[in-house]
């Protein structure tokens, strides 16, 4: 494209010099061929010959421009086919004199200039005559002397000219002449770059930049123009031609090919750069880089794409970026030329944009002040090329990183920017773009006070969609997105729900994820979304023309005569079907059966029945077997299927197990205008009840409390739940819960009993009951329970199984301070449950309740663990595994943790009121915490500290807690 604009250029000096030498080249014809003696014959001939010479010389002049182009073109043929006279112009340009050199280098200018030499048998030898012109009159081989007249100079500077613009002629688009000139005449090449560099002549300048560029587009030539130091000659031409958009433009595009194209591992010469970043740094110590970011400004789009494509190659290799972002004016002229370009030009500003961004949160901020720029973005999103979607939308990201400011600011100053993001996402649908506009989105969700803003904008459904899809990354952000939301109001909340996200969050907790953190915050999502006082609003409206109903913002009609059904579903809050039933004959309505489609997860769904026409009586009276009328209900039983001529019909029912419909409202009137509300707290936790809840305690229950198989993610999701009050419930009254909980932990006492190497999933099992225990035991209604069914002594148990181990780890280190007997003497440890005649253990415990031990999973020769220990007895009498030791300091961390959650528990259940702490004292739980105190180390102490000291208080002075409450109360 470059070099066609180039030739267009030329057109106009081309055509004066035509004009000019033409009639010269006539003269000079006369003078190379003399007429010889002739004969009358030949003479009439050559008079002939001469007349058509000296007509054409008269039709060179012609007014009409046809006919000077027809005389030149018949002239130039002439000359062409003569190879006399062509030898004889080569051998002018060869000659010392310099005013043939002239004329002939004037003539084969014109003759290159209009005639294609292409495949012409003088071809190579015209392109080795102007490359030895321009060679021999250059300064860098012909040096003039200090004596020279201004007249000599000025005629040497004009033969330079009018070479190197012939040779410019010869070579453009011809690789092979390229090839011909670089092998044969390779001084050519240092010889153009001289001429670039030195010349005072702009028309030198410029065919030498022509010739350079040439040079630079053909591979096979590139090379040899950057041994010569090419890179720095161009560099010196983008600050010297300044203001020249032609020259600084093709300067620009040598310098991008050079960096992008170039083999630097194949050059010789060791002064030239080796490397892309050497190389930009010769740039930029040429002065270079100002005048590209000048050339932002050009009115010239060729000039502005090429600038933008070298400071590409600056900002990729992480050089000069925060000198390119010093330059004053630099955004508002990447935001002028982004409103308008092409899309070639537009990809490269945002990609130039998004590296300057990378790690500069100052430029991040001038990015966000400027409105021109931002205000472009919302355009860019609703481009059809993607790369341009995909590199605003990583600007966007990177901006919207920055924190709340920076979304408002987005939204402020980029009207339609969120729209725009969502149809993008629908138009260029690839994985990789969805992934990185959840994250974006993840930002934006970030600023509480613009989420319903962003809602009615389309981000809530994105959300969604994105929750629904395959890919793990998204529906990880999704679920983390719409947790965010249930967090923030309940208006946010009733936002999800009436958009169907009930459903989607419902779908990622009963299934398997690779990250189970989608699942986890997808259970927090519902327990947030159960806390909602906001309503489902179900708006009846019925008289005798139609009946229309509205369920949040959806509206339906139930005109049709007969029976109309319409079930609605509380999940996705979106119609599931509309049933019509009608008959002509009353007899037939007693053989339709109606059925209502039930399948599973249906129950909850809303279900709105309108009784219309003449035969509304008998339909209603159908419709006995499928209604279900509660004893608690209040409507009327007398009449409740008696239905005048005039009065409409209405039932308003919630599905029941099997496709029982059981009825909450029913209304007979002339004209029925009335509006119910279900409260969707109670929508939500029935329906995560019925479908999350009780189905994750059933997949629990389906593997024994010892099985290695993993029930981490259903321990960790119970956990969650607990946290509920009415889930919590649904957990105590499942059959067995507790004590499944319990045989997990007994089952991990076992293996401290045997010593057996305990894995990280029994560890890990054990850990999630305690987590979930801790949860369900701040309930006072719970903390019965748990000292009742022997989960609290099972639990001190295993606080008593910890600290044993922590003090074996102490005597290891204490190896090699002293005999034995020095150790013994100095440091001795009981058992931290209290006895008056022996050590009594937590299993003693268990007989005072008269809890069967085989019962809770306990071996009986475990009834008696707590002897006296010591350092000695502690490693010798008692056969300590060493094996199990060393897994006890592997999983030092995760055992922390159990203590840590156990404590919790013990501490929970001791600030209840009542005869439970007399329980807990009697069961050794004091002397426990304690002991747990001392041997424990410092990390978890700091942990530990509170819960500690909260239990001991309500433990070791029971009824003086309340005491000093009411006594601070009172305090005035």
Known sequence: MTAQYTRNALMLVGGVGVLVTTAQLVKIYHWLFPLPPQTEDEQNHSTEKSLKLEYLAELVNWPSVEVRRSAEQLLLDRVMKNEVTLDLLVSWCMSKDLSLVEKGVTVMCVLVKSVDLRKHPKENEFLSTLTEVLINTSSLYHQQTSDTGLSEAGLLEKIQKLAICGLFEVICDGESQKMYMVEHHEDIVGCVLTLVTNSQSKEVLRYGLFIAHQLTVQDSTRNLLMEYDGLRCIAMMIVRNHGDPILQRISLQILVVFLTACDLTVLKNEAIPKDTKAMLSEIVHQGALVPVVVCLRSEDPECTYWALALLHEFVVNEMYKEEICSVFGLLRSLAKTLSASDASIQRLILRLTCFLCLQNDDFKREVLNSRDLIKRLPVCFASSERDIAHWCLVLVHDLAFMGKSSVERLLEFGEGLMPSMVSMVHNHGDIAMKRLMAETLGFFCSNEHLLLRLVSDGLLTTILNFASHQDSELQFWASAMLLNMAMTSDEMKFEILKSGGLAVLMELVIAEHENTQIAVMAAKSLSMLGHTDQSLSVH?????????????????????????????????????????????????????????PYKQHDEGNLVVISVRGPLKQAWLRAMRDVLLFQEESQIPLKGRYDLTDEDQCILLCTMAPGGRLAVSF?????????????????????????????????????????????????????????????????????????????????????????????????????????????????????????????????????????????????????????????????????????????????????????????????????????????????????????????????????????????????????????????????????????????????????????????????????????????DIEQTP
């Open 540 to 596: 009846l409206v019925c008289d005798g023309d139609n009946c229309r109903l509205a369920i949040n913002d959806s509206i339906y009609h139930l005109n049709k005569p007969g029976l109309n059904i319409l079930i609605w579903s509380t999940l996705s809050s979106s119609e599931v079907m509309i049933l019509h039933y009608d008959v002509k004959n009353a007899w037939e309505v007693k053989d339709t059966k109606i059925v209502i």
């Open 666 to 966: 029913l209304e007979k009137a002339l004209e029925i205008n009335t509006q119910c509300r279900y409260p969707y707290g109670e929508v939500v936790n029935q329906r995560v009840t019925d479908i999350a809840v009780v189905p994750t305690v059933k997949i629990l229950f389906s593997t024994p409390p010892s099985s290695p198989i993993s029930k981490v993610a259903e321990l960790e999701l119970l956990e969650i739940f607990a946290r509920h009050f009415v889930l919590k419930e649904t957990l105590l009254t499942c059959d067995g819960f507790v004590e499944y909980l319990s045989s997990i932990i007994v089952s991990f006492n076992e293996l401290f009993l045997s010593q057996d190497i305990f894995t990280p999933i029994q560890v890990a099992h054990c850990l999630g009951v305690l987590r979930t225990l801790s949860v369900l035991s701040i309930y006072e209604t719970c903390q019965g329970q748990l000292i009742d069914k022997g989960v609290i002594i099972h639990i001190i148990m295993l606080l008593y199984h910890l600290t044993g181990s922590w003090i074996n780890s102490i005597l290891d280190s204490q190896e090699g301070l002293g005999s034995p007997n020095e150790l013994s003497e100095s440091y001795t440890w009981e058992s931290p449950i209290p006895s008056p005649t022996k050590p009594r253990s937590p299993l003693d415990s268990l007989s005072d309740l008269d809890i069967n031990s085989h019962q809770l999973g306990v071996d009986q020769k475990a009834e008696e663990p707590s002897k006296v220990l010591q350092p000695n007895s502690a490693k010798e009498s008692s056969g300590i595994n060493p094996d199990f030791m060393k897994k006890v300091v592997e999983y030092e961390e995760l055992l922390s943790s159990l203590a840590r959650f156990a404590i919790l528990v013990l501490s929970n259940c001791a600030e209840s009121a009542g005869s439970n702490k007399e329980v807990l004292a009697e069961m050794g739980c004091v002397h426990m915490i304690w002991s747990v105190l001392l041997c424990c180390g410092s990390v978890l102490k700091s942990h530990l500290a509170l819960p500690i000291s909260t239990a001991m208080t309500s433990l070791a002075c029971p009824g003086k807690k309340e005491q000093w409450q009411h």
